[in-house]
């Protein structure tokens, strides 16, 4: 504390103040804080010989008493022992995802929600409790609620209540998608000009599939009945709004009821999708294009499943240019192209009668040495598979010569077994086919309707797509969204749920922080952030990194103290929460 000097223009008088430096722990900003108030100079001159040396000496008592306040003498029992079974280590670093849980207003959605419904337990903690359990400690809702209290929570409700509960977060789930929307929105900023979508499957560890969980192409290669979930982002790759559906559903078939979604509820205005080759078909496009409101798109296109003509235009040096905007050479590693033409898409009309249709856009081609490389690389294990299947048939079965066989003319398999058959020709090698394959390595084409814009753009564009793969590489991976450990779809449908706000809240958190960290590293940070009780409700913090200085910069949460009452935890939860 320290002796302050303001000068009052309308007396034209200074006024003295003992002041503290203070940090608003909302905005983080230092500034004075007036602790005591003493009265003009003039006046109290009257009453001190030196009225600032008077007061510099009163704020240094101050000081003094108050720093005295902050210092504990403990009393420690070395010989003391723990009780059987004691766990008192405590989670502090789930603050920052009550922070923005409570920001988001979602404690509102759920306790209004909850309010006309029969049951007593609250909706609210529970999700919260499998929120921040998701992120910190993922596992089955019976995992979640048995460490309830590695949490300073008081997650007042029974494991019955947690599962009751999922049936009420499956009905609520689509509104509560559209409100979570507007709250970002409002609080974070929005940008859905440009939507990325894509679809992941999820496997589930049961023998017979159900009306919900089906046998389809799995994303991982497995033979398991699948959940299918099609997912837009906006343009950080912030989760805007997901669906689920049947196992065998195609991803092509999921596009218009998620996108439909969006545009219909969500208040874009004029959108451009963005989503790779397997969405993209004439419905598809049509349904971007065709109406009133025409929205765009920018989809990446198969080369190698393209028309004789469009190969052909691939392949074809003419018209390449390198990074320096001149024509590429043969040593170049990098070459682009692109191309304004109108293509002839075939749509299915309401009556199921199929038409041609034109749409006008341009065609972006690039090749990059770095792929061509990747591409062979990647095939060589393939290759040699193929190449030891066919020196002995017998080894391979067709569950184990997954990609292989198609490089191996002549071979047949056994309907029920998958055993390889013998047959009039023996199995060769076709080299024809790798051939072929070989010719559009490293080459890449994206097709898109804003024909206005540059092929660096639609290119970097097009890039944002990692966004969304990397939103499916966390869910399943970091947050452990399978295997899921419910079987009912109306509980399927809330596991998804609250998988789909851990991941928001993820993203906010990595927004907030201009995406210095993983999410993997972040969580990291967030767990280690715990503490142990000391003595009474004194506790002891043993962590503090960049990353948790960082995050409670951004988050306004000071996670640099080494000792903490149970009072001042308690109080920095409670602002956590306003």
Request: charged share 30%; aromatic share 12%; hydrophobic share 35%.
């Amino acid at each position: 504390m320290y002796l302050k000097k303001t000068y009052r223009k309308q007396s034209e008088r200074t006024y003295l103040v003992i002041a503290q430096k203070y940090r608003n722990p909302k905005t983080n900003i230092s500034t004075d804080r007036t602790v005591k108030s003493l009265g003009y100079l003039d006046e109290l001159e009257k009453e001190y010989d030196d009225p600032i040396a008077h007061f510099q000496e009163v704020a240094r008592k101050m000081t003094e008493e108050e720093n005295a306040k902050k210092k504990l003498t403990l009393t420690i029992n070395m010989e003391q022992q723990l009780e059987q079974e004691t766990d008192d280590r405590k989670n502090f670093g789930y603050v920052a995802i009550l922070k923005i849980y409570h920001e988001l207003g979602l404690h509102r959605f759920f306790n209004n929600r909850a309010r006309n419904e029969e049951f007593k337990y609250n909706t609210n903690s529970i999700m919260m409790l499998l929120v921040v359990s998701r992120l910190l400690s993922p596992g089955s809702k019976k995992k979640a609620f048995e460490e309830r209290r590695r949490y300073f929570e008081r997650f007042d409700f029974s494991l019955a209540d947690v599962y009751r509960a999922l049936s009420h977060y499956a009905k609520i789930a689509k509104d509560f998608q559209r409100y979570l929307h507007g709250q970002i929105a409002a609080k974070y900023g929005r940008d859905t000009k440009t939507i990325y979508y894509d679809v992941t499957n999820f496997y589930f560890e049961i023998d017979e599939a159900d009306e919900l969980r089906k046998y389809g192409r799995s994303k991982e290669h497995r033979h398991n009945p699948l959940v299918q979930m099609g997912l837009a982002m906006d343009a950080d790759g912030i989760p805007l709004h997901y669906e689920l559906f049947p196992g065998n559903k195609l991803d092509k078939e999921t596009f218009r009821s998620v996108i439909g979604e969006v545009r219909r509820n969500y208040g874009t205005g004029r959108i451009v999708v963005v989503a790779d080759m397997g969405i993209i078909t004439g419905d598809n496009i049509y349904y971007l294009t065709g109406g009133k409101d025409s929205n765009g798109y920018v989809f990446s296109f198969s080369v190698r499943g393209g028309t004789e003509a469009f190969k052909n235009y691939v392949l074809n040096n003419e018209g390449y240019v390198g990074t320096d905007g001149k024509p590429a050479g043969e040593d170049a590693e990098f070459k682009i192209k692109s191309r304004l033409i109108a293509r002839e898409i075939n749509v299915t009309m309401k009556s199921g009668r199929t038409v041609k249709k034109t749409v006008h856009e341009k065609q972006v081609v690039f090749w990059a040495k770095k792929y061509a490389d990747k591409a062979r690389a990647e095939r060589e294990e393939v290759v040699k598979k193929a190449l030891a299947l066919v020196a002995d048939p017998k080894k391979y079965n067709k569950a184990i010569t997954y990609g292989a066989a198609k490089y191996v003319k002549n071979l047949e398999f056994d309907k029920e077994t998958g055993e390889v058959l013998e047959g009039k020709h023996c199995p060769c090698f076709d080299s024809d086919k790798l051939a072929e394959e070989e010719k559009y390595d490293g080459y890449y084409a994206i097709v898109t309707s804003e024909r206005h814009m540059s092929d660096g753009e639609i290119i970097d564009t097009y890039r944002g797509l990692w966004e969304i793969e990397e939103t499916f590489r966390v869910t399943k991976g970091t947050l452990e969204a399978r295997p899921v450990y419910v079987s009912r779809q109306d509980r399927i449908g809330a596991h998804f749920l609250t998988c789909f706000i851990a991941l928001v809240i993820m993203r906010l958190i990595q927004k907030k922080t201009n995406r210095r960290y993983s999410a993997e590293r972040i969580i990291e940070c967030l767990n280690k952030i715990a503490c142990s009780n000391e003595q009474d409700n004194l506790y002891l913090f043993d962590y503090r990194s960049e990353i948790s200085d960082v995050i409670g910069d951004a988050l306004g949460i000071d996670f640099t103290r080494k000792r903490l009452r149970l009072g001042d935890i308690k109080n920095i939860l409670a602002e956590s929460k306003k």
